[in-house]
């Protein structure tokens, strides 16, 4: 029989299904059907003729839904953002539930704080790093020339310095150059009244380096700066140190012995330039004493800087003057090229006669990914806690659905809680980074300075750097939670304790194990570096650095210095040389020996030393013997010499390079430049005038070496500075880059590894409350501290373990392929990986068990006595 | 027979003009309709009320529960002043829209 009720209640259900129509409509629609079927009835239909074709005529049910939800959709969206009201309740829950839970809000702002920190600073590296050069308003337009040197059997050469001519040559040939400069390094010692300084950071260039370069003069002018050869000009540093409280211009200076009128002042040259000088001269009068210099194609010992114009196209150019030094210079086998100079401070060349300031791209890169790294690990640890902690806020999510909150207002919701922390986090961290930047400026050799980077221009981008780092870690760090914690249905949450830790907790072990291989990767690299470098400060060079204290004097008289120190106590040997023992840069393509293959060009690098220098040094001498006295035109070569000579006795072999030499001994290889580079063949002779003076002393004079220097200077150049130099200091300094990297990388590897454990502190801590109930049964029912400590470890212990496997092969490949950077690097040993799971397990271990010996001491009756 | 596309381009100024009549309800409206054009538009009942929310949610019409004694409790529609101006506007382009067609087909032959 049909019932009527019946069928109008099961059709109204179709409505149910679609969320387009509301209570309100869907009655609406009922009293529709209603009046159609009464209507119906009076015309004499039958009650189920009357439903059937009122259903028939209202339609489908599917199209109206598609037809009501699309003209709804708008308004519900409208909703979404702009509940103001809302927004206080908000503000008002987040705060409260901060307050309440002071332990975890802690962990939490601590942890990105200690990341956002980490990120700010290694940004303000980066951009300073990225930011070389890029002061100068023509930069685009500003190339320095080097050049590519081919030796036959040789890898190519790259060299920053080229010949006097070549600059103006490429001026007068190519209208596309319109402006060029040399520069070459000079080292004058100042005298102005008693004041005698020597001063090593001097250039020396042409006229038109003014009008390319983008250093500002403040007082004075450069106008006639190519006429007037004794022409100086001071950066303000300079000035100030020498005429401290008058007008510099115009006044006279005598820089080794010869006067100058110092014409300009200019802006202190900025940190962030490749190009570092103090002090300016004309390359004119260099080239008016030296006239030879003017036509030298042959010898390399200056940067040439070129502007183009603004039409002119780097590829044309390039390819224009590829051959310029060819076309001057029979036999060259040199290409020259033109460098942007923005690239000159990150470039990947290895240039020789590379300028000082020279860092490498490869560090920037580093930096950045630790950064991010970093960044991560601390997100994570907010992801994790506030998902565990999800049972907590569980009854208010169900609360505030059963009111009528849609999902995407509670992702809001808690989206702006994490953000809310996230700017807490940014505001202290700002603070920190002010309060640690004087000592990360010593550590990364940075000079920010607070007020220079709050200016209007640099002060913005900060900010908005800053910004915009808050806003995408608080969105990362809070997405999950956010869609994790809107997802609870209001009705498992109403109903009692059916949420518990186990939701999410797959995805929360996946991001331990994540941050944990992050931080094993960065320890063992930290160990790989530090090893690194502690090998190449002690690798066999092929002499002995230490206890050698060296100075340079005038050549006419340095044989009277040495022969003076030979009698001083406490000095065991006095030699002298031309070149320091690792910069050995000169080198020549011209030497012939018996047996050379004539069409082809091998390089050899040389210097000079006098007889006693190999045993100040502690070279070892493997055939025939040193130098003597007596000899001249004789040489000795090195063993990779005599290896490309292909000489089976070279001993007593007569070689031709600046004349004919006789070869009177074969010298033990030894490192003559970076570490980073092999050593390649060298020829040494016994030239006549070396200035360089090496004194090997005893150990125990170390102090008083100095002195004796001093004094035995005195007698013999009473009129000159002293000045002097340990060796192994400059070795320091060689390997600076390395150093600061090392030393960041161990910071950086330790601030992961606290971000890290703050997380699973935090985590380990909720476990425990949690499990309060479970480990007083278990203490009840007869279960021991140490069975509970296992017990509780262990979880967290498996994870640890899983990390390890998976970070060790990845921080084995990274370390490999920054050790093949060296020529000469450790082995990664199986020792280093040991080394650094031990440490990550027992870190780990020290974090988890304080929170676990806490929970398995605590007395049972107190985690029950509410039951 | 008039097609489903020109039944659902009609509504908007069918519904407003019946409303501009005096208020009404659902199936009052639906049933004007039909009377009106002698069963001739394909409609379905049920669309009519997506549409009814619609003008009432862009504020061209406004509605009350009305609760009489006798009778099942009812939802009225009225059109607001906006309606109205809405109304003039699609009489407007209706009227446009004859006149054109009416230009075309209203062709006497030629002699």
């Not at chain 1, 040193?626 to 990779?640: G, H, P, R, Y």
């Not at chain 1, 920054?818 to 990550?840: D, K, P, Q, T």
């Not at chain 2, 659902?26 to 004007?32: A, N, Q, V």
Request: hydrophobic share 45%.
């Amino acid at each position: 029989m049909f019932d009527l009720e019946k069928s109008i209640k099961s059709w109204l259900r179709l409505f149910q299904k679609h969320r387009a129509f509301n209570h309100g409509a869907i009655r609406e629609m009922e009293l529709h059907l209603r009046d159609h079927i009464d209507d119906l009835l009076t015309q004499g239909y039958t009650q189920q003729q009357a439903f059937d074709l009122a259903v028939k005529e209202f339609g489908e049910i599917k199209p109206m839904a598609k037809e009501a939800y699309w003209s709804q959709r708008p308004k519900s969206n409208n909703n979404f953002f702009i509940h103001t009201t809302m927004l206080k309740n908000y503000f008002k829950i987040a705060v409260r539930n901060f307050i309440k839970h002071k332990f975890y809000t802690f962990v939490n702002v601590l942890g990105l704080t200690v990341g956002l920190s980490t990120v700010f600073m290694i940004g303000l590296f980066v951009s300073d790093e990225l930011g070389f050069d890029q002061f100068h308003e023509k930069k685009e337009l500003l190339y320095r020339v080097v050049e590519n040197q081919y030796y036959d059997g040789q890898p190519v050469f790259p060299v920053a310095v080229t010949p006097d001519a070549l600059g103006p040559s490429l001026y007068e040939e190519y209208p596309e150059i319109v402006h060029f400069t040399r520069a070459s390094g000079q080292n004058y010692n100042f005298q102005l009244g008693d004041l005698k300084i020597a001063e090593s950071n001097g250039y020396m260039v042409d006229e038109q380096f003014f009008e390319m370069f983008s250093f500002p003069i403040i007082k004075g002018t450069a106008a006639d700066f190519k006429e007037k050869h004794n022409t100086l000009i001071l950066t303000k540093d300079l000035s100030d140190k020498y005429f401290p409280d008058e007008d510099p211009i115009g006044k006279s200076i005598k820089l080794s012995g010869e006067d100058f009128v110092i014409s300009a002042v200019m802006e202190n040259v900025p940190k962030n330039s490749h190009l570092y000088f103090t002090y300016l001269t004309n390359f004119e009068k260099s080239i008016s004493e030296n006239p030879g210099r003017a036509t030298n194609w042959r010898s390399n010992g200056i940067y040439t800087y070129v502007e183009l114009s603004e039409q002119a196209d780097l590829t044309e150019v390039n390819k224009k003057v590829i051959n310029q030094i060819k076309k001057n210079s029979e036999g060259s086998i040199t290409d020259i090229y033109l460098q942007p100079i923005t690239d000159i401070y990150l470039g990947d060349v290895d240039f020789v006669v590379e300028v000082s300031r020279k860092s490498q791209m490869i560090y920037v890169q580093i930096f950045s990914i630790v950064a991010v790294f970093i960044l991560l690990i601390s997100c994570i640890n907010f992801m994790n806690l506030s998902t565990a902690r999800s049972a907590k806020r569980a009854k208010e999510v169900g609360l505030r659905k059963t009111i009528g909150a849609q999902r995407s207002q509670l992702i809001f919701q808690f989206l702006s809680e994490s953000v809310l922390l996230t700017m807490t986090a940014v505001l202290l961290s700002v603070l920190l980074v002010a309060l640690v930047l004087p000592s990360f400026n010593q550590l990364a050799n940075k000079d920010f300075v607070i007020q220079e980077l709050l200016t209007a221009e640099s002060g913005f981008r900060l900010a908005l750097g800053i910004l915009l780092v808050a806003i995408a870690t608080g969105l990362i760090a809070g997405s999950y939670p956010a869609l994790f914690l809107s997802s609870t249905k209001p009705i498992d949450t109403l109903n009692a304790q059916s949420i518990t830790l186990k939701r999410g907790a797959g995805l929360r072990k996946a991001l331990v194990i994540f941050q944990f291989i992050i931080s094993i990767v960065l320890v063992i690299g930290t160990i790989a570096i530090y090893q690194q470098l502690s090998f190449i400060q002690n690798v066999d060079l092929g002499y002995n650095k230490e206890n050698i204290i060296y100075t340079s004097a005038p050549s006419s008289q340095v044989k009277l210095l040495t022969n003076e120190l030979r009698g001083q106590p406490g000095i065991i040997n006095v030699g002298r040389s031309s070149h320091h023992p690792a910069y050995v840069l000169s080198s020549s393509s011209g030497f012939i020996w018996p047996g050379q293959n004539a069409d082809e060009t091998f390089l050899f690098h040389y210097m000079g030393m006098d007889e006693h220098y190999p045993a100040t040094m502690e070279m070892n001498i493997l055939e025939g013997r040193s130098f003597l006295e007596a000899d001249t035109a004789t040489v000795m070569i090195n063993e990779k010499a005599k290896a490309m000579m292909g000489l089976e006795n070279p001993v007593g072999q007569t070689i031709t390079a600046f004349g004919e030499q006789r070869i009177v001994g074969v010298i033990e290889d030894f490192n003559f430049k970076s570490i980073h580079s092999e050593i390649e063949p060298m020829v040494i002779f016994k030239f006549d005038r070396m200035n360089r003076v090496y004194v090997k002393y005893e150990p125990s004079q170390k102090d008083a070496i100095v002195a004796t220097l001093e004094n035995s200077w005195n007698k013999i150049f009473p009129e000159r500075e002293f000045s002097y130099d340990f060796l192994e200091e400059d070795f320091q300094e060689l390997y600076e880059a390395e150093q600061r990297t090392s030393t960041l990388s161990t910071y950086f590897a330790i601030l992961a590894i606290i971000v890290s454990c703050l997380g699973l502190f935090g985590l380990v801590s909720y476990a425990m409350e949690q499990r309060m109930r479970e480990i007083g049964i278990r203490k009840v029912l007869g279960a021991s501290v140490s069975n509970l400590f296992v017990l509780l470890t262990g979880d967290f212990t498996k994870l640890i373990l899983i990390s390890l496997v998976i970070s060790m092969p990845l921080g084995w490949y990274a370390m490999n392929q920054w050790l093949n950077g060296f020529a000469y690097h450790i082995e990664l040993s199986i020792g280093m990986f040991v080394l650094s799971a031990f440490s990550a397990l027992v870190i780990t271990l020290l974090t988890v068990s304080y929170q676990s010996i806490r929970a398995s001491t605590n007395n049972p009756v107190r985690a029950l006595r509410n039951e | 027979m008039i097609s489903k596309n020109l039944s659902a381009a009609t509504t908007k100024p069918i519904i407003l003009g019946i409303l501009k009549q005096g208020n009404s309800y659902g199936y009052l409206i639906i049933k004007k309709i039909k009377e009106l054009s002698d069963g001739k538009m394909e409609w379905s009942d049920g669309m009519l009320y997506p549409v009814l929310h619609r003008l009432e949610k862009d504020e061209l019409i406004k509605s009350e529960w009305i609760m009489a004694e006798n009778s099942r409790p009812r939802k009225y529609y009225q059109i607001t002043p906006a309606g109205q101006e809405a109304l003039m506007v699609e009489r407007e382009q209706w009227l446009q829209v004859n006149s054109l067609l009416d230009a075309l087909w209203d062709v006497k032959p030629t002699i």
